[in-house]
């Protein structure tokens, strides 16, 4: 039996950048279209089952009333667990469809949603669909493509070695214990508050860890990316620290907000290096764009790359090995 998953969350593209920045907001209803596109894809496939996160803008029933569920082979259901509107319901479902054996999760966010997803999936694979605001780990794709490839790779269509990547992750260790994962940046700020957890503000920035970095990025790995770009697939990362003029450089830190950074100092990353963390005052970490983490002077905190973080879908991959095994064709020529 194939099953596949899907955490849609709602809050993603609804935070505090669209007041200090220029970020669009997705609203529920193209939220909606999407999902349907997905679950049509799915059931297309021929996937026997699927599991959606319920959420308080009940995005996956919406969706589901508009296909009509009687035109789905596929068995179609809202998972049975309480909402609270925090990020825990996205780790929640992510628990409980990793226990229901599903053999793919399909999430529609940002990197937070993400992240969050990814510290509870194991080694189910993800299919992130770009809904969020900081998208450097989710995919732009059309809610189609990612229901098809999802699809091919729950049921096992195609060779999972080729058509599924391990990513990096930054896991955060305070006081020798792992207490959270970033799957792109993790960034010490000069705050002492959470308040709107994300983080737009280049003054308050000190420190930048990256999993990767571009100049097309929007968010903090764009500062990197801007001088010493650093892919998903290389094994390395970047440290920086900002602060003096050593070197200065532009990024686009929010969307459409573009600051001259001034870096301090730079080095590159090895996987499995732990970097840890001094503050003389309480100071704030953000990971993945939203600010998490409260250290204090007494606080021993660190930073390692990994490899180890969530497997991932290779959507072009999928379909294009999916393709040379047949799966497209319905008939041949004589």
Not at 32 to 57: Q, T
Not at 64 to 84: C, E, F, Y
């Amino acid at each position: 039996m194939s099953k596949v998953g899907i955490i849609a969350n709602p809050f993603a593209s609804m935070d505090i950048r669209r007041l200090v920045a220029h970020a669009t907001t997705m609203g529920s209803y193209q939220k909606i279209g999407i999902l349907r596109r997905v679950i049509m894809a799915l059931d297309w496939v021929g996937v026997s089952e699927i599991l959606i996160m319920p959420d308080r803008d009940h995005l996956g029933n919406r969706a589901l009333a508009d296909i009509g569920q009687h035109k789905l082979t596929s068995r179609a259901s809202i998972l049975n667990m309480p909402v609270t509107n925090e990020s825990e319901d996205s780790m929640k479902a992510s628990q409980l469809m990793r226990q229901q054996a599903v053999n793919c999760i399909i999430t529609m966010g940002g990197d937070g949603t993400n992240r969050v997803v990814a510290r509870a999936c194991g080694r189910v694979p993800l299919m992130p669909i770009s809904t969020g605001t900081n998208n450097t780990f989710p995919f732009m794709v059309e809610g189609t493509t990612a229901g098809l490839a999802a699809g091919i790779i729950a049921r096992g269509i195609v060779d999972p070695e080729r058509c599924i990547t391990l990513t990096k992750k930054l896991n955060i260790y305070k006081n020798g214990q792992v207490v959270n994962i970033a799957l792109i940046d993790a960034v010490v700020l000069d705050q002492q508050f959470i308040g709107a957890r994300a983080i737009w503000d280049i003054s308050q920035v000190r420190e930048v860890f990256a999993t990767q970095c571009h100049p097309s990025y929007v968010g903090m790995a764009s500062i990197g990316g801007s001088f010493h770009p650093i892919t998903a697939d290389d094994d390395q990362g970047l440290y920086l620290r900002i602060g003096k003029d050593n070197m200065r450089v532009s990024a686009t830190i929010a969307p459409g907000v573009i600051r001259e950074v001034g870096i301090e100092a730079h080095r590159v990353l090895g996987l499995n290096e732990r970097v840890g963390i001094s503050v003389d005052r309480l100071a704030l970490v953000a990971l993945d764009g939203e600010r998490e983490i409260e250290i204090y002077p007494q606080d021993k905190l660190e930073v390692e790359l990994r490899r180890d973080g969530p497997r991932v879908v290779k959507i072009k991959e999928t379909l294009e090995e999916a393709a040379r095994n047949g799966f497209f064709i319905n008939s041949k020529a004589l």
